[in-house]
């Protein structure tokens, strides 16, 4: 009974940690999109002939 409160403390560590590089990763991604994104109204300009 009390090993219990020290694992669900540790879990409780990875998961803020988890979270932690989760939110920075998720950050990263978004700028990523965005880039992707605006390559990609880009292409399809090019090949719709608009943009030379």
Do not use: T, W
Request: aromatic share 4%; net charge negative.
């Amino acid at each position: 009974m009390d090993e219990q409160p020290s694992i669900k403390s540790s879990q409780n560590v990875e998961a803020e940690e988890a979270l932690a590089k989760f939110s920075a990763i998720d950050d990263e991604s978004e700028n990523l999109v965005h880039r992707d994104y605006q390559q990609l109204i880009v292409l399809e300009r090019q090949k719709c002939g608009r943009l030379e």
